[in-house]
């Protein structure tokens, strides 16, 4: 995916793939309930009968320090301020939460524009993939992100907003076979990038000698289960 130059990088028609990082790479959506309130004020604004926000939210993942979104926006201008508008309820929430003042978001969200269905696909692979590349666990278990609606039809409540793309349409001609195709074209993906539960686990156990040392007995363990049964 091409980057885009910042005065491009929100047009009406295309989908937009939206990045807001933490000032200084704080952990400002660290917890379960921080996560969740990002989602709400996010929704809120998109459900409200006061302002239009101009874009359909299609995919998302929500990490400790940043959040990954893919929009399909139908105005630039109504986009642009429905991400103020989430973005500034958010940063007093989190203001008010830690009892500080100041910048929330490291910048304004970085946005880069998506081109092709090709690439549509790719970029919500990469984002629903973010789990693993963080060494947290994998996106079938991470609860903040929409994978698991596109892999198995969970919808939980805050993506009651989530609209599946037309490029996810056409993977099959029913529910079933659609999520079956993206779980193995996803799985693909994760291969093809070292991701898989295998590269996982090697980067998992085998970091950082400290990380070994606190985490010892769980390495023995794992070790155990790797060697092959008795005859």
């Not at 946005?111 to 696909?121: E, F, N, P, R």
């Not at 079938?140 to 989530?162: C, D």
């Amino acid at each position: 995916m091409a980057r885009i130059p910042r005065s491009f990088s929100v047009k009406a028609g295309y989908f937009v793939h939206k990045v807001w990082r933490g000032h200084n790479r704080e952990w400002n959506l660290e917890t379960g309930e921080q996560k969740q309130q990002y989602l709400e004020f996010m929704n809120e604004d998109l459900e409200s009968k006061r302002y239009e926000a101009g874009s359909t939210v299609l995919a998302l993942t929500v990490m400790s320090n940043h959040s990954h979104e893919i929009s399909e926006v139908s105005e630039a201008k109504l986009f642009s301020n429905h991400m103020r508008r989430h973005h500034s309820r958010y940063g007093r929430y989190f203001n008010d939460l830690k009892e500080r003042c100041g910048k929330v978001a490291q910048d304004r969200p970085h946005t880069t524009l998506i081109g092709d269905d090709h690439h549509k696909m790719l970029c919500t692979f990469y984002i629903h993939a973010n789990p693993h590349r963080a060494g947290i666990g994998d996106a079938e278990r991470y609860e903040y992100s929409t994978h698991q609606l596109y892999a198995y039809g969970k919808r939980r409540s805050w993506m009651r907003n989530i609209t599946l793309p037309g490029w996810y349409r056409c993977l099959g001609r029913t529910v079933v076979q659609r999520q079956r195709k993206y779980r193995q074209l996803f799985a693909q993906y994760l291969k093809s990038r070292g991701l898989t539960k295998q590269s996982f686990l090697k980067r998992l156990f085998f970091g950082p000698l400290p990380w070994m040392i606190e985490n010892e007995e769980r390495v023995i363990k794992w070790r155990k289960s790797l060697r092959p049964a008795p005859p």
